[in-house]
């Protein structure tokens, strides 16, 4: 079966620092992989989707980026963190096309 | 106009009673729809799919689908205090892109 692993699950971090955040896939090849983001009461905002190791759309302009060195990592990036930055940090999975997508655990970031 | 809309809420509905959550999207050539349940403080996690015009029914959820008018709906029959959450809609757009409306909570009192 298909596993999602992200982590950490807490972050602080303050700001200006840099940010690595990493999520692996197990058990399937070739999926799409997202990061999302989740302001405090709000809802999901598409970051960055991949359907293929190099390939990244960029969603949202700011100081964040991806990268997926290997079929089934992706990586969420900052040079310098704002306080804006805090938030829900979640990766999902997909088998690719216009299917379901499953998430990892998420990872909780403030910013201070 | 945003993608994937939503309303709020809150939705307070007694235990028992039918819990009806609504969805519109923008993009007509839209082709798979789906519903999210998030607990507080958790990741999403899928309820239903549903990719036909009409009704697709699992156990107390069903979900509904007018693509002409470009609406997605959820119902819950018999609602218990455990469907107290944030639902989540998110539509796949142009094939890959996946996106979520703001999310509805619906608050089930007992």
Not at chain 1, 50 to 64: A, F, K, M
Request: proline share 5%; aromatic share 10%.
């Amino acid at each position: 079966s298909q596993t999602i692993h992200q982590w950490p699950a807490t972050l602080v971090q303050p700001v200006g620092s840099p940010l690595s955040l990493e999520c692996t896939v197990e058990g399937t090849s070739n999926p799409n992989l997202y990061w999302y983001r989740q302001a405090a009461g709000r809802g999901l905002q598409l970051l960055f989707y991949s359907v293929g190791i190099g390939q990244i759309s960029s969603e949202v302009p700011q100081n964040l980026s991806a990268s997926r060195p290997q079929d089934r990592q992706f990586i969420l990036s900052s040079k310098k963190l704002l306080l804006s930055d805090s938030g829900f940090y979640l990766c999902a999975w997909s088998p690719g096309g216009p299917t379901e997508a499953f998430f990892g655990q998420g990872t909780r970031l403030t910013v201070v | 106009q945003k993608e994937v809309e939503q309303n709020s809420g809150p939705l307070s509905v007694p235990e028992g009673a039918i819990a009806s959550l609504n969805c519109t999207y923008s993009d007509r050539g839209s082709q798979s729809f789906f519903w999210y349940r998030q607990y507080s403080g958790k990741s999403p996690e899928l309820i239903m799919s549903i990719y036909s015009n009409g009704d697709k029914e699992d156990g107390r959820f069903t979900a509904q689908l007018n693509k002409a008018s470009q609406y997605v709906s959820l119902l819950i029959r018999d609602s218990q205090p455990s469907d107290s959450a944030t639902y989540l809609c998110a539509v796949n757009i142009s094939g890959n892109k996946l996106v979520f409306g703001a999310g509805t909570i619906l608050r089930v009192k007992s």
